[in-house]
């Protein structure tokens, strides 16, 4: 069966610290990727999605970047992290293959920025 | 420019009776919507889909409706039970196929005993 690991569970980083979030899928190949932040208000907006290793697509400009060094693994970084960049990180996959297949999310990362 | 929108933030259902969610969106090319329900601190599951060429899909004691001159679409519980608290987020996915799948902001379900 296929599982998603997204770590940490939670973050407490200073402005202007660095920022490195990991997610990595188990139990199938070439998925589609995705993070999501939920913030206060804004329901689930998406950030960064990928639909192979090395692909990514920016929904949101801001401060964060995403890699897909591998492809089951996507990675979220920020060089100099900000307040705003404070919530509820959550990473996603579902099948580029079957159509329409829906999201699977991890648990997630709180990251609170002071 | 939010293209889906839950325009309820909360809700409050005595227990037992029909829980009515409701999700509206701005782009006729959406061909795809979904629920997801979120508890605290956990990523969202999904509860139920329904393509665009139906009007109707039923899971168990979900039901979604999709009107799409109204561009409105409706998540029924019944009947609605404690563990049905949680946050539902709406989502919608193009027609385009570029794999972007674009929620609403979500509505607090409260299921008072």
């Known amino acids: 069966s296929q599982t998603i690991h997204q770590w940490p569970a939670t973050l407490v980083q200073p402005v202007g610290s660095p920022l490195s979030l990991e997610c990595t899928v188990e139990?199938?190949?070439?998925?589609?990727l995705y993070w999501y932040r939920q913030a206060a208000g804004r329901g689930l907006q998406l950030l960064f999605y990928?639909?192979?290793?090395?692909?990514i697509s920016s929904e949101v400009p801001q401060n964060l970047s995403a890699s897909r060094p591998q492809d089951r693994q996507f990675i979220l970084s920020s060089k100099k992290l900000l307040l705003s960049d404070s919530g509820f990180y959550l990473c996603a996959w579902n099948s580029g293959v079957v159509y329409n297949s829906p999201l699977h999310f991890g648990n997630g990362t709180r990251l609170t920025v002071t | 420019d939010q293209q889906v929108k839950q325009n309820s933030p909360s809700l409050s259902v005595q227990e037992g009776r029909i829980s009515i969610l409701n999700c509206d969106y701005t782009n006729s090319m959406f061909d795809y919507f979904l629920w997801y329900k979120k508890y605290p601190a956990e990523g969202p599951t999904f509860l139920i889909s329904?393509?665009?060429?139906?009007d109707k899909n039923e899971d168990g004691r979900f039901t979604v409706f999709l009107n799409k001159s109204a561009k409105h679409l409706s998540l029924h519980i019944v009947p609605s039970q404690p563990g049905d608290s949680a946050v539902y987020f709406c989502a919608a996915t193009l027609v385009n196929r570029d794999d972007k799948i674009i929620f609403g902001k979500g509505t607090r379900l409260h299921i008072l005993p």
């Open positions: 990928s639909v192979g290793i090395g692909q």
């Open positions: 329904i393509s665009s060429i139906k």
């Open positions: 139990g199938t190949s070439n998925p589609n």
